[in-house]
């Protein structure tokens, strides 16, 4: 079974700042994919990112981007420039490519990202 | 194109009762899961349905039951309800490995 370790309850930083949130996962399996969700009040779960774990280069998406370090078991997410918009619970997660997703997305317990105006 | 919805967006049930969630997945997605979210918790993965059959099950007991129907539209279905049900539950519909979540099904059992 698969594990995600999300260390950091909840941070808060000054609006366009850049803040790191940090995940590390557990598994002995080799294809896998890796998300980073936001979960805002509205309690739709967004997806901010993903990685696929046989990529070596890092995920961007415009102000997001990862640190992939599959040999650690490491996938940490990178705001620049950050929002009030930003403000919200941030998930990260792991889905396992063989079996057809039959085991779902296993979630860490997630960080509370608050951005200060 | 449209979006996860679910309904009801709140529901109150005692205790011992039974209760139907619903989900309608975005167009052209044939696969959709459930997922059960306890207050500061992450979401937990209940189980998922592909073209009508259940493929995939997390920790949960037999009491949470699920359909899959052929427009691909899904119930979620837990009987004897105990006070630990109470949740957020949250649906998601994918076709490959792209998810998508509705805004869930905030559940209180009394």
């Known amino acids: 079974a698969q594990t995600v370790t999300q260390s950091q309850p909840e941070m808060s930083v000054q609006e366009a700042e850049t803040v790191t949130l940090s995940c590390t996962y557990d598994?002995?399996?080799?294809?896998?994919?890796l998300f980073w969700y936001k979960q805002p009040p509205s309690r739709q779960m967004i997806l901010v990112i993903r990685?696929?774990?046989?990529?070596?280069q890092n995920a961007t998406e415009n102000r997001f981007s990862v640190n992939f370090q599959k040999a650690a078991k490491s996938f940490s997410l990178k705001i620049s420039d950050s929002q009030l918009g930003d403000t919200a619970m941030y998930f990260c997660a792991f889905f396992l490519y063989s079996g057809g997703g039959a085991d779902g997305l296993t979630f860490g317990k997630g960080t509370h990202l608050i951005i200060q105006p | 194109e449209t979006g996860v919805t679910q309904s009801p967006t709140h529901l109150i049930k005692t205790r011992g009762q039974q209760v139907t969630l619903r989900c309608s997945s975005q167009s052209g997605h044939n696969t959709v899961s459930w997922y059960q979210q306890a207050l500061g918790q992450g979401p937990q993965f209940i189980f998922q349905y592909y073209r009508e059959e259940e493929n995939g099950r997390g920790n949960f007991p037999p009491r949470f039951s699920g359909l899959q129907f052929p427009n691909y539209s899904s119930e979620l279905n837990v009987n004897a309800l105990e006070l630990d049900d109470s949740a957020l539950y949250l649906c998601?519909?994918?076709f490959g490995r792209g998810y998508t979540f509705g805004s869930g099904t905030r559940l209180t059992v009394v």
């Open positions: 998601a519909s994918s």
């Open positions: 990685q696929e774990a046989y990529k070596q």
């Open positions: 598994t002995s399996e080799s294809n896998y994919y």
